[in-house]
């Protein structure tokens, strides 16, 4: 970790900017925007899916901005989600970067009988940054689930 006593004005705008891209992504899941999700990738993207985090494989590979659209509508089969966004990591790299975030993701469902079950995911987002045109864009996501726990939730 780098020294915070005295930090270039760029580099605190940049890993604001970071910041603010991580969370724009969870706020764009929770609000079912995949519009707007998508648009913080690269068009030339790579999304990888470890359901297992221990895994050398990932469950779902995903390449280019577009082919994220139905990973992103799969969140409308849950009633509501809501994503909390923890610590990070970032190493930038003049308009490159890559960085570690924390996730707890909330996910509640509700069966045919509508008694409602909340899975809560730990994640870990793994990502790589590029900087075109001024902005930061996810160029490369690897989620990878570190555990999953699923129980009843009242209504």
């Known amino acids: 970790m780098s020294s915070h006593t005295s930090i270039p004005a760029q580099e605190a705008?940049?890993?604001?900017?970071?910041?603010?891209?991580?969370?724009?992504?969870?706020?764009?899941?929770?609000?079912?925007?995949?519009?707007?999700?998508?648009?913080?990738?690269?068009?030339?993207?790579?999304?990888?899916?470890y359901m297992d985090a221990t895994a050398a494989e990932p469950t779902q590979e995903l390449r280019g901005r577009e082919a994220l659209a139905p990973v992103f509508d799969n969140l409308n089969t849950y009633r509501a989600t809501t994503h909390f966004n923890g610590q990070s990591t970032v190493s930038l790299d003049?308009?490159?970067?890559?960085?570690?975030?924390?996730?707890?993701?909330?996910?509640?469902?509700?069966?045919?009988?509508?008694?409602?079950?909340i899975m809560i995911a730990s994640i870990r987002y793994l990502d790589e940054f590029v900087k075109q045109g001024g902005e930061w864009f996810f160029a490369e996501r690897r989620l990878m689930v570190d555990w999953t726990e699923t129980r009843p939730c009242s209504p």
Do not use: N, P, W
């Not at 603010?20 to 998508?38: F, N, P, S, T, V």
């Open 13 to 49: 705008a940049d890993r604001l900017a970071i910041r603010e891209l991580i969370d724009a992504y969870a706020h764009c899941a929770d609000r079912r925007d995949a519009k707007g999700q998508m648009a913080l990738f690269t068009e030339d993207t790579r999304f990888l899916v």
């Open 94 to 117: 003049g308009d490159r970067a890559t960085g570690e975030s924390y996730c707890l993701a909330h996910h509640i469902s509700a069966g045919a009988d509508d008694r409602r079950t």
